[in-house]
């Protein structure tokens, strides 16, 4: 059995509870599925529903409570009501992908985490562009990225592709699932109190990794057979993975796309390098295209910065400038909606008023 500690609780959030909280226990949410939540509490696991509160109250997507999260629960001995979602720690979030209309609304994946373990395979699926697009969201979770290349076993130098990623996140470990090869270094991260979270696109192998550091088949693997290396989407749901002796591993499905939404200063952690080479630009405001003096133009041209490299944070940037304007223009269309309704309350309640007064 864990202690809370064990799981990660922490004076930030012993620090969050009020004399108000007294008939509440703190717990942790180790999965959902349409509602219904597994936390994990001192007493053991209970099957939990949010309270009618929380749910009418919260008005975003990004204030109920997700894989990862503490909450306070009203708990009995078979089952508990979350109550209230404890402020958190880190936050990996995206883009939620039903969003119809195309507005941004931010979705969390996980919280509370420490270190996300970015996976990706030396196959087909490899792309630098790629790995830079998802570690700028990762930075901006506040967690620590490490990158991990697995399926080594399937090339015949990893290196090389090792070398197109260094420097992007805090550290790079190459793996195999198959051999067990590196393993041991991702296990150097895990201890007690510690939340990792294995992410990325399907099939990379973020099953069979938990796997491998559990010692245990607990998570479940397709086969991938044949020519084509495309995944199964085979973990379905995002789901915590207790470690004997302390600390939690979380695993997500297989991301489809990622919209990324993160911070300029998220940028410049995935693009150390460019941003530092960028300072000498002769503009400020440089977009490193076609500008006279641009000193990442100069590297380029001089050897010393891949120009893929060089593309990649362009298009990046002004993926994340254009997704700021339309995260503005949607919260206008949602301010404007809700005028709308208020004024069509206030309408129905005047005419109800006029008629009550006329009759
Ligand atoms: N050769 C080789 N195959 C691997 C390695 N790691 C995983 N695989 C295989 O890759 C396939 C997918 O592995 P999973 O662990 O299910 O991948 P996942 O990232 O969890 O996929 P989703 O749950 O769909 O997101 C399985 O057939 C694994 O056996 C590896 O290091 N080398
Ligand atoms: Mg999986
Ligand atoms: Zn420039």
Redesign the pocket.
């Given at each position: 059995m864990y202690s809370l500690p064990d799981i990660g609780w922490t004076h930030f959030f012993q620090q969050q509870l009020t004399e108000d909280d007294n008939d509440l226990k703190p717990a942790r949410v180790a999965t959902l599925s349409r509602g219904i939540f597994r936390l994990l509490t001192e007493r053991g696991e209970r099957t939990a529903s949010l309270s009618g509160r929380l749910g009418y109250e919260s008005e975003h997507l990004i204030d109920l409570p997700v894989v990862g999260d503490w909450v306070l629960a009203r708990i009995s001995s078979d089952s508990a009501v979350i109550e209230r979602v404890l402020k958190r720690r880190t936050k990996l979030s995206r883009i939620a992908p039903s969003d119809q209309q195309r507005l941004t609304e931010e979705q969390a994946l996980a919280t509370n985490v420490d270190v996300v373990f970015l996976?990706t395979?030396l196959t087909r699926e490899f792309n630098p562009r790629r790995i830079e697009r998802y570690l700028t969201q990762v930075w901006e979770s506040g967690a620590r990225p490490f990158l991990v290349l697995?399926?080594?076993?399937?090339v015949e130098s990893p290196l090389d592709y090792a070398k197109q990623v260094e420097d992007m996140a805090d550290g790079l470990v190459l793996?195999?699932?198959?051999t067990g090869s590196g393993v041991d270094e991702i296990r150097r991260e895990l201890r007690p109190g510690l939340t990792v979270v294995f992410v990325?696109s399907?099939?990379?192998?973020?099953?069979?990794?938990i796997n491998r550091l559990l010692n245990d088949d607990v998570?479940t693997?397709?086969?991938?057979r044949g020519g084509d290396d495309k995944?199964?989407?085979?973990?379905t749901a995002r789901e915590m993975l207790l470690v004997p002796g302390g600390g939690v591993i979380i695993d997500t499905?297989?991301l489809r796309q990622l919209q990324v939404l993160a911070d300029p200063s998220a940028l410049g952690k995935t693009f150390s390098d460019v941003e530092g080479i960028a300072e000498e630009c002769a503009f400020s405001d440089c977009t490193h295209t076609a500008e006279p003096n641009c000193a990442v133009i100069a590297a380029v041209e001089a050897g010393e910065l891949d120009d893929g490299r060089r593309r990649g944070y362009q298009k990046l940037q002004s993926d994340l400038a254009f997704a700021d304007r339309r995260r503005d223009r949607a919260a206008q269309l949602a301010e404007k909606k809700k005028r709308k309704t208020i004024s069509k309350t206030n309408r129905r309640r005047d005419k109800q008023r006029g008629r009550g007064r006329y009759r």
């Open positions: 996976v395979s697995n399926k080594i076993d399937l793996t195999s699932a198959a990325g399907s099939g990379v192998g973020k099953s069979s990794l998570q693997v397709y086969d991938i995944g199964r989407h085979t973990t499905p297989g």
